[in-house]
């Protein structure tokens, strides 16, 4: 099953003709049991928004109420005092554009590295190809954290610490997974497309760039989703690369903000926290569908 | 499952001339009617085995320079004793043999194991029960958001939301004093539970996934295959025991290697829900261990021996699954 195969098939389209089980015999137990489920996973449902709504419940409330009746549910008095503390204590501004720039360029980057690597593996004969493909997924066996230390070592070499470029390069030139994905895209895409563009004389690069690559895609927004994701939220690494607060991305600051404001007054902290994610879900919620469908089909793929 | 599915290089272009008259659909007219001589033929394919090379030259130099060179290095550096500014001296195994009885490293590699086998199978479960349910209604997205919400938050968010729900003051403890009449748990505080709440806040956060992975995979069951086993008679609980579940067996069994693997590198949510995997080192895993030796007491050597553990660790544990794979997991295609 390649990923293109199931691009639409999540949400957002109504259902298949589900199959009946024949006339008014089993409706009503039908009936039961719907609303059972429904019962059930609003039950689930709450238990995975309470964590969410808790954070915006606390991060409104004042300190006094926090320390004297934590376990109370509404704020009162409601305040917003919070929020402008968090955002003037540390550049939350700062770190979200860090790390709106570090995603967009290791996207970019990434999209265009793979969708190559992807279609010379898938489309062109070359020695070596088998055995380079297969070390490409063996690549993907490897745990990143085992190269932390020599990864670190390497970037101080390069100058690389507390940079950016750090987070920037390795990111753009190191995605197995994208290779594979972007290989299994252009082997769906007919065959008769780009040969039409080579008889035309056009060049591996031409009908790479105005033949293939506009063909791939629903594929480069599933990477896409999938690479952002993954850049955005990552920690380990930007914590041992980045030293200045001013190159934090946005977790790494979160993190460091707790460890000089969480002893403090932890309703503070949740309005950091919320700062923090509020976005992301808006984001989230709006792109919901593409951003779904996506991420079952990296996981069928071979994530 | 995909990887197995075809060779590495997939069939290669045919030469440009036998499909002259397939270049059609592009539009284009071909300029050269005439086909290629077979000795412009050979001169193209030398050619194109370049650009062969061209097109994975980023990410191979990437991965070389990235990947390969560090991980050779981590295995040279497991053998050395190593500070970063001193002379590297040559150690053998001595760095083996200290991590092995370091009684640090034994209590990571047991908690990491125990949050591996905690959060993999309840974290899966949970998700083809809700995958199950969710494939019957008709609208679901609302539930979808909610169920992925946390998958896009980031695990340092993820975790210092639960580090206050998890407060011995705090909302869930309360919780459970009210209703069971206990004093209120100390969830952080507690060497043991401190573990369970680190495994509660990985399965929350990763629910979403498993969830839309497994609904996905269910949708791709042929509606005849469940129609057929209904004609036969086939009740709700048969239909998932004996029809649902296998198909979606290799599902499962492929998102369990990859829960596995991941829950091995288990370290953001120790390091922020329960600061810097305490209390006292109840929370400390493999990743956090590494971490420690390297960048808290600059032990290079020992810190790259533990990073080859987590490697070894790995290793075998797809080895054991892959074998395990025999046993349980049902292709539809395997005897169709």
Partial sequence: MTAADIETTLVGRPDLERPRRGPAAGRSRRAVGRVAI?????????????????????????????????????????????????????????????????????????????????????????????????????????????????????????????????????????????????????????????????????????????????????????????????????FLFPLVLLNSPDLFTVPLLLASFRGQFGSVDYGLVMAASALATIPMLVAFVIGQRRILNSMAASGLGGR | MVITSGGATGTPVAPPAPSAERGAPLGAPPRRAAPLGPRR????????????????????????????????????????????????????????????????????????????????????????????????????????????????????AVAMIWQQLFRADGVLSGAIANVVGIDPPDWLGDPRLALIAVCIVSIWSSLGLNVIIFLAGLQNISPSVIEAARIDGAGAWRLFRSIRLPLLSPIVFFSSIVAFISSLQTFDTVFVLTANAGPDNATRTIVYHIYDLGFGRFEFGPSSAASVILLLLTLVITAIQFGAQKKFVHYEDADA
């Avoid at chain 1, 999209?111 to 055995?131: D, E, K």
């Avoid at chain 1, 008769?192 to 105005?210: I, Q």
């Avoid at chain 2, 060179?69 to 002379?87: I, Q």
Wanted: hydrophobic share 60%; glycine share 6%; proline share 5%.
């Fill in chain 1, 38 to 234: 429904h019962v059930a996973l609003v039950v689930a449902g709450l238990a995975m928004v309470f964590p969410f709504l808790w954070m915006l419940l606390t991060s409104f409330k004042t300190l006094p109420q926090l320390l004297q009746d934590p376990l109370s549910f509404w704020p009162d008095p409601w305040t917003i005092d919070k929020y402008v503390d968090a955002w003037n204590a540390v550049p939350f501004g700062q770190a979200y554009l860090n790390s709106i720039y570090i995603c967009v360029l290791a996207v970019v980057g990434t999209l265009v590295t793979a969708a190559m690597a992807g279609y010379a593996f898938a489309r062109i004969r070359f020695r070596g190809s088998r055995v380079l493909f297969i070390l490409f997924l063996a690549t993907q066996m490897i745990p990143k954290q085992v190269t932390l230390i020599p990864f670190y070592l390497l970037m101080a070499k390069f100058g690389w610490v507390d940079s950016h470029l750090s987070l920037i390069v390795p990111a753009m030139l190191v995605n197995p997974f994208a290779v594979f994905l972007m290989r299994q895209f252009v082997l769906s895409l007919p065959k008769e497309l780009e040969e039409a563009a080579l008889v035309d004389g056009a060049g591996r690069w031409r009908t790479f760039w105005s033949i293939i690559l506009p063909n791939l895609k629903p594929g480069l927004g599933a990477l896409s989703i999938i690479v952002a994701l993954d850049v955005w939220n990552s």
């Fill in chain 2, 41 to 156: 033929e050979a001169a193209w394919r030398r050619r194109d085995r370049r650009w062969g090379y061209v097109f994975v030259g980023p990410q191979l130099i990437g991965m070389a320079v990235f990947v390969l060179l560090p991980f050779v290095a981590s295995l040279v550096l497991a053998f050395a004793s190593w500070d970063g500014l001193t002379e590297l001296e040559w150690v053998g195994f001595a760095n083996f043999t200290a991590q092995l009885q370091d009684e640090l490293l034994l209590r990571s590699i047991v908690n990491t194991l125990l949050i591996a086998l905690i959060t993999v199978p309840v974290g899966l479960g949970l998700a083809v029960v809700v995958a199950v349910a969710l494939e019957k209604l008709r609208t679901r997205t609302l539930y979808l958001i909610l169920f992925f919400a946390p998958v896009v938050t980031s695990t340092v």
